[in-house]
């Protein structure tokens, strides 16, 4: 997929406009500030067999169709990433239709960074496959190109492949309104097949400049809400990976989800053990590798899905006594706002970091620990292993500890060497946990101690991630043996941090902990 290379806003301004179309209505929904669009509108006569339609729409709802000025909405072209903008325009020279389509559409309208872009044309995959020179079919029960363009993958999907999987999809006979044209009617088809309405936003571009809303997609913009296109127990039963990304797009966009798909996540959640693990440690990199693991983090408590995804960190939630919808914070909670604050959809970490974070926390949860032992644990994994430096960085240190969490312990005025003691034990203690995390019969033993406990023994974690987890912690040992390197400087390598390199990787780690320890607010507060 193409990596967008925009800049984050952290907070939209979603600013609508009257929409410059001729023989326009207005579309004004209570909830709706005034914008003017192109409606194609369902006939009276059309009204009456909506029986058939119904089942697809959650609650019955029929939105009316839009063409929206993508100009008006705040979309430009330099907003779309280089290499997209060339598959674009080599596929319109060669006279076909091209659409940026689902996710990318809505951050752009939300002033946001899209994780990637995605293409729909009208071509045949085999005609894109003749379009570029670096170009592969993959997927096998709904193909798709791969256009390798400047470094980054561009994922294109063709309309005929779409159709044919709506045809094998829908059970319905699902009429659309006489008065549109065939590429509505195409359009339209397509956006059924989305997971949300939100996501089901067509932009032709950078051409006709019109944003295809058939599905109410921008209301729920608006409106802040995730809702499914078709009734959410219907839609999470054909894919139960969508149960995920609601909880991945709510937590990234700081959306609600709608009551009946809140509902279906909560009744269905059980079903994401369908999904093979590597899909499964997929989303949930997605959640806490691109700057909402915090907000993820909460709604997989919030919704069960933590019990069966993250056992030993819904058990910390149930010993700390969080409720479902707890607003507190926890020091699993202030461990991924930190991570969050570094981290970007498009400035991610190896998934290896999270693991990392996560070890560290649970090791804390079993044995609290002096909170400068912690903060100079961290500080000798940036600085190569180098305890006694790591040690006298953190005596330095005269901010307070964050005293909310009972993890951190006040400072107990250990000297040198026990200090290197507490150290060493702790990494020990790390690489336990890391280990306890990665072995199923581990995980049902240790869950074995909480009555409470989830009835989950998943482990997500697979070798090669723990080893390369593992690796981070390789420093801190008695002796010092071989020289480690540490980072020079402050400012974070994101391309080295993506790729899991050594020394960013444990410059990342060691901020996010010593943040963590001595959050910021207080040394302001001490000031």
Known sequence: MAMATLKLACKPNLLLRSVPFQCVRKVAPKSLPTLEAEECTVPARERGKRTRQEPLLEKNRVPTWKKLNSKELGLRNSMIATPTKKVLNVLKKKGHDVYLVGGCVRDLILKQTPKDFDIITSADLKEVMKSFSWCEIVGKRFPICHVHMDGTTVEVSSFNTARYKSSMQFTHDIEA????????????????????????LLMLDPYARIVYDYLGGMEDIIKAKVRT???????FREDCARILRAIRIA???????????????????????????GRLLMEMNYMLAYGSGEASLRLLWRFGLLDILLPFQAVYFVRGGFRRRDKRTNLLLSFFSNVDKLLAPNRPCHSSLWVAILALHKALSDKPRDSLVVAAFSLALHTGGNLSEAIDIARRNNKAHDSRFPELLDPSGLDKEDMKYEILELAVSVKGSLLQMTTSHLVSEALADYPQAPHSNLVLIPLAM??????????????????????????IDYESLARGDLQEVRHVFARIVFDTVFPLHLCQDQS
Request: aromatic share 10%.
């Open 229 to 235: 296109v078709v009734p959410a127990a219907t839609s």
């Open 466 to 491: 723990y080893l390369k987890a593992l690796s981070y912690f390789d420093c801190v040992k008695v002796s010092a043996g071989k020289k480690f390197l540490s980072k020079q400087g402050r400012e």
């Open 177 to 200: 309104p006489n008065d549109c044209d065939k590429e509505d009617y195409l359009r339209w088809r397509n956006c059924l097949n989305r997971d949300f309405t939100i996501n089901g």
């Open 251 to 277: 937590a990234r966009l700081g959306f609600s989800i709608s009551r009946e798909t809140a509902q279906s996540v909560k009744n269905l959640s059980y079903s994401v053990l369908r999904l093979d693990k």
